[in-house]
């Protein structure tokens, strides 16, 4: 399963039944250093309530991120998440 279609089936289907399907293709290795695979399950995590692996998603995915733009949308989360 692509991570394009595990987010978009989470968005349809809730964050609760799909986050592990972003696992998956975490736990797979292709994508560890694809820093919107992070982002996506750091999300999913943070709807579901689980700040603190939230919080850890989202310091893996800062530390791939190369855009500034992203960068500061994740710092932000990660701040979201961290209180």
């Known amino acids: 399963m692509s991570l394009n279609r595990a987010v978009a089936i989470a968005m349809v289907d809730g964050p609760g039944r799909r986050w592990r399907s972003i696992d998956a293709l975490a736990a797979a290795g292709d994508l560890d250093g694809y820093h919107l695979l992070h982002a996506a399950r750091a999300d999913l995590l943070r709807r579901l309530g689980a700040s603190s692996e ?3 998603s989202y310091a893996r995915a800062l530390a ?9 949308f994740l710092e932000r989360r990660l ?3 961290s209180i």
Request: aromatic fraction near 0%; hydrophobic fraction near 35%.
């Open 64 to 72: 791939l991120v190369t855009n500034d733009g992203e960068r500061r």
């Open 54 to 56: 939230a919080a850890t």
């Open 79 to 81: 701040r979201e998440v």
